[in-house]
Nanobody
Framework: QVQLVESGGGLVQAGGSLRLSCAAS????????MGWYRQAPGKQRELVATITSSGSTNYADSVKGRFTISRDNAKSTVYLQMNNLKPEDTAVYYC??????????WGQGIQVTVSS
């Protein structure tokens, strides 16, 4: 029922930037906690950043100072601004929504590749 569609991924050189977007439907977006996760080949999915309904944010240590998560409730969209990208950031990035009634929902994932 909840649909999450990611966009904005691609290939970038180390040191470059990308902005991921995740558009949500089928949910009252303002009530969702939102997050970005990523999964690299051979590794388990890991949390990258989260943002609560009130706007409080948290980041994985590996991306602190480089990535910024934000949300636009009017557009039902969460963003992940990624700056100073490193090859180790290469992964499939997944948008996540958590709702007290609807539980966890996931996007299909979008590839981010950072070349050295």
């Amino acid at each position: 029922q909840v649909q999450l569609v990611e966009s904005g991924g691609g290939l970038v050189q180390a040191g470059g930037s990308l902005r991921l977007s995740c558009a949500a439907s089928g949910t009252i977006f303002s009530l969702n906690a939102m997050g970005w996760y990523r999964q690299a080949p051979g590794k388990q999915r890991e949390l990258v950043a989260t943002i609560t309904s009130s706007g409080s944010t948290n980041y994985a240590d590996s991306v602190k100072g480089r990535f910024t998560i934000s949300r636009d409730n009017a557009k039902s969209t969460v963003y992940l601004q990624m700056n100073n990208l490193k090859p180790e950031d290469t992964a499939v990035y997944y948008c996540n929504a958590n709702h007290i009634l609807q539980g966890d929902s996931w996007g299909q994932g979008i590839q981010v590749t950072v070349s050295s």
